[in-house]
């Protein structure tokens, strides 16, 4: 709460966005991190479920969405992604929010891209797939993150209007020693091309 309050410990690092060709950067994901002054560095593994359990998720989730729309609009035509949790998503109020913050900022629509975990479809799927809905009209691009963990995301890409997926890095931390990891995210990769669907591993 004090960090959010200070406007100088916490901050947002991006991450690239790399495309096919060598060297290619697409955009970049957008990643909250905490600078505590005497703390120093604190992972987020460690703050943002205490953010999500005290109830201070949203205000943490609107402080990265204004710095990656910022970014996002000194940076058109690169996908600026940004990961967002159940209780974002579930407040009936969240597309205006993200809408506000895209007027404010000047980011294009087109150019922001909403990372939702499967957690988040099976916490209030009805919530999500209205929250979904109305992002693509708008332009705004969904990506399914940890993608291969959950038993039925084979059933969201049918089900939901996903544009890209992320591979788990369980599955990409193994290619080089686990032939069983390299055939899994062969078929992924093929699944999702066939689906018209971008891939994207950490």
């Not at 060297?23 to 999500?52: C, D, K, Q």
């Not at 916490?123 to 705004?140: K, L, N, Q, W």
Request: charged fraction near 25%.
């Amino acid at each position: 709460r004090e960090a959010l309050k200070s406007g100088d410990q916490l901050w947002v690092a991006f991450q690239p966005l790399f495309g096919r060709r060598e060297g290619e950067i697409i955009g970049a994901e957008a990643l909250v991190r905490w600078t505590h002054p005497r703390r120093g560095p604190i992972s987020p593994a460690n703050f943002v479920p205490i953010a999500e359990s005290s109830g201070l998720i949203e205000q943490l989730g609107d402080f990265v969405l204004r710095r990656a729309c910022h970014m996002g609009a000194r940076w058109p035509g690169h996908t600026i992604a940004v990961n967002i949790s159940p209780a974002q998503l579930r407040n009936p109020n969240f597309a205006e929010r993200i809408f506000a913050i895209l007027e404010e900022t000047g980011m294009r629509p087109q150019d922001l891209e909403i990372e939702i975990t499967e957690s988040i479809l099976l916490d209030d799927e009805m919530a999500a797939s209205d929250a979904i809905r109305t992002f693509r009209r708008a332009g705004i691009k969904i990506a399914l993150d940890d993608f291969g963990t959950g038993y039925s995301s084979l059933n969201y890409l049918k089900r939901y209007p996903v544009d890209r997926i992320k591979i788990d890095r369980s599955f990409i931390s193994q290619l080089s020693t686990a032939g069983a990891a390299s055939a899994i995210v062969q078929a992924l990769v093929t699944l999702a091309h066939a689906l018209g669907i971008e891939v994207a591993a950490a």
